[in-house]
């Protein structure tokens, strides 16, 4: 069994993969836009069709985990509440990069720091309201 996180961008799908790439060097394993899928294979609540070039689904590898994506509905309001996504990095020197990258744009919650159970640990919400935990975490020893 597997669990994967799935985000839903809510219109803003493209510029997150986007973003994603460069600050953490995702990579798009899969992308379907609503346009190609079968005619009325996807409706909004209110019957209407999302916009074609909206993506319908894709997949992201970050590291060792698949991250799946989406536009949802297109309304414009993403919201992500209630969770992070944790993210381990190989090195302090990584870590800084990949939060400096996430936090561009977006909040830093808790200064990238050693803690007491990591060499560098960090909390921040990036631009798309998306929060994350980066996490170095120490070797035993």
């Not at 916009?51 to 319908?56: E, F, G, L, R």
């Not at 590291?63 to 992070?84: A, I, N, R, W, Y």
Request: aromatic share 10%; net charge negative.
């Amino acid at each position: 069994m597997q669990t994967q996180p799935y985000l839903f961008f809510d219109g803003r799908c493209e510029e997150a993969i986007a973003f994603y790439r460069r600050a953490i060097g995702a990579e798009v394993v899969m992308l379907m836009r609503y346009g190609d899928g079968p005619e009325g294979s996807a409706q909004c609540p209110d019957g209407t069709q999302p916009p074609a070039d909206k993506v319908m689904h894709a997949c992201l590898q970050v590291g060792s985990t698949q991250v799946l994506v989406s536009d949802g509905f297109s309304g414009g309001h993403p919201e992500f509440k209630g969770f992070s996504l944790a993210l381990s990095a190989d090195d302090d020197t990584e870590a800084k990069r990949m939060f400096d990258n996430l936090a561009d744009g977006g909040k830093v919650q808790q200064p990238l720091m050693p803690a007491f159970f990591a060499s560098s640990f960090g909390m921040l919400v990036d631009r798309f309201g998306v929060a994350w935990m980066m996490l170095v975490p120490s070797t035993p020893g």
